[in-house]
């Protein structure tokens, strides 16, 4: 006969169930356990057809219950019965029959339609060949809960979600990371599941798109790879513009292995759209095959001034440099190809990193128009993809126009998101010392009058002077930048001692102080203000690396009015000095 196993850490809900469903022991038997820990149990001992399980559960959990099925016994289904879902959910769970789901207080006839529809399956032995990914994701996200969800497809390659209090935010898959890798396997048509304790250590959050988009966008690429690759129909207008405007925006995000595997697919069945051709030929790294598709775009669109446009950046290509047989980049912000790794474009002359000759001469011979449209694509996909490399390109792109505050505020981003990356420490660090040595423009508009506004303002701050107290020259002269920009009068010190040498000659407005100091630390100079009543009503900030609630506490306890972990943007260091200088 047919066992049942149905899990539910209360007694209340399970008595009434099991009576409920007497009249059914002539199809199926009742097991019951009171947690997922007792199940697994009883599941050693016992073979089950179907599973009715709650997810809120002590000692181990529905989730996890639910894990250890689809490693164990993937093809036994499962009904998930919980208080805490909704409507919309339920069409997610119940996707190919893989989940039923139910909502509590539990309608008893329901779940006996649901227990017996998956008794026939099983009998059938149609019933599982793994977990709904999409679906699991769904009840983490619902429950909340803070793991790493491990998936295993059918050909045993395996994938990591990360999750923190139900947001998913990050995942990995072989090479790929963060939307990319978790659009990829919630695609998967069936997996084995295992849930694995989350690490103490931060998540960062490199999800850019909320869980559900993530399922929709997955679910629509399916759709799109079976029309596109399997089927020999030629694609729709409406399916031709869709892939495309997704190729494109692969490519203005620099993924150009995806926008020309997509591009490829395109062409495949459209081989006359001229404008996928122009496309392909700026995401390719093979310089024939740039020649070939603007060829094509050329013959499909003969007057189309952007084909003619990319005509003359290949023929920049093959004049510096650019054979037939080597592998090409394209410059980020024009597109056009090149070698190796030249210093800049030879077409919109834009740097490509931060050097001694761009800092001395950044928008020399620069192609203005072609860098603010840069600028405005990546502030546009920024607002959607947080990648380093896209802040990177943003940063290059503002101090190439003279911009200096904001390449520095996107380059203080990047380090952010990516903290182990060594170039571009090393190029912050340029910069840094750069606007720390030479008196700054304020960007290509500084000829043009200033708004009275802010003029108003820089002027009121004149006479307010912030004393930064921190032994680190690189972090010290950036706030000295920052800073004078704004407006304000700004004394440094590298140590505690030199801050009370300060403090002999003149008051200061607001201290910025270090924690970590050789000699006397940011405490002791903190206690000594705190201290001496010319001194003790000054707000001070603490700036310090940690991130520890015992650093906090501490702080706080000795009198600062705001602790600054580092690193720091340009406007969360404004905002604060702010605060306290009106």
């Not at 099983?122 to 599982?128: A, C, P, V």
């Not at 928008?363 to 603010?372: H, L, S």
């Not at 390449?407 to 840094?432: F, H």
Request: aromatic letters at 6%; proline letters at 4%.
């Amino acid at each position: 006969m047919n066992k049942v196993l149905i899990v539910d850490d209360s007694q209340e809900l399970l008595n009434p169930i099991v009576l409920g469903l007497r009249k059914y022991e002539s199809d199926f038997e009742i097991l019951t356990a009171a947690n997922g820990e007792e199940a697994v149990c009883l599941l050693k001992k016992e073979s089950v057809s179907a599973l009715v399980t709650d997810l809120y559960m002590p000692k181990m959990d529905g989730l996890e219950l639910l894990a250890y099925m689809s490693q164990n016994q993937p093809r036994v289904p499962c009904i998930v019965m919980t208080a805490f879902g909704s409507a919309e959910i339920q069409d997610i769970l119940d996707q190919r029959g893989i989940f039923h789901y139910l909502e509590k207080p539990i309608d008893l006839q329901a779940l006996a339609n649901a227990i017996i529809d998956a008794l026939a399956q099983f009998e059938q032995g149609t019933s599982l060949d793994g977990l709904s990914v999409a679906g699991f994701l769904q009840l983490i996200e619902m429950e909340e809960k803070s793991c790493i969800l491990e998936a295993s497809n059918a050909r045993k390659e395996t994938g990591r979600f990360y999750f923190v209090k139900g947001r998913l935010h990050n995942a990995e898959y072989q090479d790929l990371t963060a939307d990319r890798a978790a659009m990829t396997m919630i695609g998967w048509k069936s997996a084995r599941l295992r849930i694995k304790s989350l690490p103490e250590e931060k998540q960062e959050k490199k999800i850019g798109f909320g869980l559900k988009t993530l399922i929709l966008e997955s679910a629509r690429r399916k759709d799109e790879l079976k029309k596109n690759v399997i089927s020999s129909e030629p694609l729709k207008k409406s399916d031709t513009r869709d892939l495309l405007y997704q190729a494109i925006r692969r490519a203005e995000a620099n993924e150009n292995k995806q926008a020309q595997q997509m591009l490829a697919t395109l062409l495949k069945q459209n081989p006359r759209n001229s404008v996928a051709w122009l496309w392909y030929s700026r995401v390719t790294d093979n310089i024939k095959a740039v020649e070939a598709a603007l060829d094509n775009a050329k013959i499909l669109a003969e007057n189309n001034p952007e084909v003619a446009e990319e005509i003359k950046k290949l023929q920049v290509a093959y004049e510096n440099g650019c054979s037939k047989s080597t592998a090409i980049r394209h410059c980020p912000f024009c597109r056009t190809p090149y070698v190796e790794s030249p210093e800049s474009c030879a077409h919109c002359k834009a740097y490509f990193r931060i050097t001694p000759a761009m800092l001395r001469s950044p928008k020399k011979q620069v192609n203005k128009e072609i860098i603010d449209l840069a600028i405005h694509r990546y502030t546009k996909i920024i607002l959607v993809e947080k990648k380093p490399r896209i802040h990177f390109n943003l940063a290059l792109a503002h101090l190439n126009r003279n911009q200096w505050e904001e390449g520095l505020d996107q380059l203080y981003k990047t380090r952010k998101m990516d903290p182990d990356n060594e170039q571009c420490r090393r190029q912050l660090n340029l910069l840094l010392d750069h606007m720390a040595n030479v008196e700054l423009p304020m960007g290509d508009n500084s000829s043009q009058a200033p708004d009275k506004k802010i003029v108003a303002a820089t002027e009121n701050r004149r006479d307010k002077t912030v004393l930064v107290v921190e032994d680190s020259a690189t972090t010290r002269k950036v706030i000295t930048v920052i800073l004078r920009h704004e407006g304000f009068d700004v004394i440094e010190a590298k140590d505690g001692i030199e801050a009370m040498a300060r403090f002999n000659e003149m008051t200061p407005d607001l201290v910025l102080l270090d924690i970590v100091m050789p000699g006397m630390d940011g405490y002791q100079v903190l206690s000594t203000m705190k201290h001496n009543n010319n001194f003790r009503k000054i707000p001070v900030i603490m700036l310090t690396a940690r991130d520890g609630m015992i650093d906090k506490v501490k702080g706080r306890m000795s009198g600062c009015n705001e602790y600054l972990t580092k690193p720091f943007t340009p406007e969360e260091l404004t905002a604060r000095v702010r605060k306290y200088l009106k």
